[in-house]
C-alpha cells in the first residue's frame, strides 16, 4: 500500500507565506512526476505546479513567481513554497505522484488527502 501525506496547510493573512510538505511512503519502487493542485468551492481541481523526477518544475501561470515547487528524492518527499498569498489562493491543496509499486509494472497516480489553505484578513 502507498499514501501520501500532506501537511503545513492554515489560515493566514494576505501576503504571508506557507510552506507545504508532501511524503510519498510504502512499498514504492520508484516515484515519476509530482505535483500540488488545488480545488476551491465551487471550483474544478487544477494544477498548480509540477516537478519531474529530474527537478523541472512547470506552474499555472497565477502562480507563477509567488510559488516554488521542490522535491527531496531521496525522502520521496515534494514541497510547496508558496509566498505573497491572496485570497484566491484558498483552497484544498492536494498532493499527487506517479509512482511504480513495488512488485508491479504498471505507472499509477496516486493522491494525498489535502490540506486547507485559508488567505483572510
Known amino acids: 500500500q502507498v499514501q501520501l501525506v500532506e501537511s503545513g496547510g492554515g489560515l493566514v493573512q494576505p501576503g504571508a507565506s506557507l510552506r507545504l510538505s508532501c511524503a510519498a511512503s510504502?512499498?514504492?519502487?520508484?516515484?515519476?512526476?509530482m505535483g500540488w493542485y488545488r480545488q476551491a468551492p465551487g471550483k474544478q481541481r487544477e494544477l498548480v505546479a509540477g516537478?519531474?523526477?529530474?527537478?523541472?518544475?512547470n506552474y499555472a501561470d497565477s502562480v507563477k513567481g509567488r510559488f516554488t515547487i521542490s522535491r527531496n528524492n531521496a525522502k520521496n518527499t515534494v514541497y510547496l513554497q508558496m509566498n505573497s498569498l491572496k485570497p484566491e489562493d484558498t483552497a484544498v491543496y492536494y498532493c499527487?505522484?506517479?509512482?511504480?509499486?513495488?512488485?508491479?509494472?504498471?505507472?499509477?497516480?496516486?493522491w494525498g488527502k489535502g490540506t486547507q489553505v485559508t488567505v483572510s484578513s
Open positions: 516537478i519531474t523526477s529530474g527537478g523541472s518544475p
Open positions: 510504502g512499498s514504492i519502487f520508484r516515484v515519476y512526476d
Open positions: 499527487n505522484a506517479n509512482l511504480l509499486r513495488t512488485g508491479t509494472i504498471l505507472r499509477v497516480d496516486t
